[in-house]
């Protein structure tokens, strides 16, 4: 066996080692690893700022393990083009964010979710970041793919040899076996309490990616996955609108960007409504703090539900409070079928759209008593950036 593959599996399985023996000791699985700063157990800092933002969790009934927006990368000429980087970013969901965050480099990310399983899912993915030392190390861990060898050798694939290499190698029952566990145990290493009940649910979410693979779709509660939910597949071989593949695990100095940022706890997940009272104040107080200002706000399509439970002058209010410039945008996602309406900018084969409309203007707009309805919203407050 190669040197390499050697010096990778060896890691992976002290780390393993240390997690069970740690458990053998009497520590939870939550407790067990502590997370790979220089020679010492990470502090509190990290989890007092997840508490300090978050506010208390709230229901929606999707399992969001991936994006259900096939076109999440149209976006990203646009993004250039408007010279929309740096700053801080904002967003909600699982893992679609850290192709924004290497397309943008911001120098801290917040990423707010109502759902409290969404904090728990990004550290599902903080572990692996933290694991993993390049991009098929971290497909293998999440997937329960054994490494190949030599997996240094592959920095410099392209994510369809990465894809090609993991759809024809099956999930190995002991490697993914001790993937959960090391992930699980890593997890539990960030200095936020998990509680058993928080573990297995980390514990669940990586099990699905390892059983479905590749093939995993975006899921809704008591529904089927609708014909044009997206793979994990596609979405990792999705491109640009120029057909540029820019997803964070198209390139190794992308993944790298995001996993140096992980490492540095600026990628921060936090419990919030976007019509709350707490968390968009609290991360505007911080931005401030830190004398930045928001370079691009994801708010897929929660928009759409905000207007429906007539918050979203909620939302206005909090977007008021986000220190910003004539450059901080809103990235936003329309789907299809809402109202019977094909967006002007939908691109054939796409069922969902990717808008950017830049926050001032949609407060601008609001104040002048436009974007009153949802329609009106991703018609008139869509930029045309193609």
Known sequence: MPSNHRTATHIFLLLFALCTSACADGRSAGTAAAAPESGGVRDSSFAQLIERLSEPGGYFDTDNLIS???SYLHVMGGLRNM??????YIGVGPDQNFSYIAGIRP????????????????????????L???????????????????????????????VEYLDATPAELDFAEVARATVAATAGGFGYPLSDEDIETIRRFHG?????????QFESHGRRPRGYYPTFRQLLLETDLSGRQENYLAGERDFRFVKSMQERDLVIPVIGDFAGDHALAAIAALID???????????????????????????IANLR????????VIIRSYFGRNFGYLHPQAVPGYYSVQLLQPIENLISGYDEGRFRTYLGLVTDGAYEFR
């Not at 190949?148 to 592959?154: H, I, K, S, T, V």
């Not at 370079?295 to 918050?311: I, K, M, P």
């Not at 220190?323 to 901080?328: K, L």
Request: charged letters at 30%; glycine letters at 6%.
């Open 132 to 162: 993993a030392e390049n991009r098929i190390e971290y497909l293998c861990l999440l997937l329960g793919r054994p490494f190949p060898e030599d997996p240094g050798d592959w920095n410099r694939r392209s994510v369809a040899r990465l």
């Open 321 to 328: 409070r986000l220190p910003h410039d004539e450059e901080s």
């Open 83 to 88: 010279d929309v980087s740096g700053g801080a």
């Open 107 to 130: 120098s801290i990310a917040f990423i707010i979710d109502i759902r409290r399983d969404n904090l728990l899912q990004h550290f599902l993915f903080k572990s692996l970041f933290t």
């Open 68 to 70: 259900n927006e096939t």
């Open 289 to 315: 703090e830190r004398g930045e200002e928001v370079s691009a706000f994801y708010t897929s399509n929660v928009e759409y539900y905000l207007v429906q439970d007539r918050s979203f002058h909620k939302f």
């Open 208 to 216: 699905a990616f390892i059983e479905e693979g590749l093939d995993l």
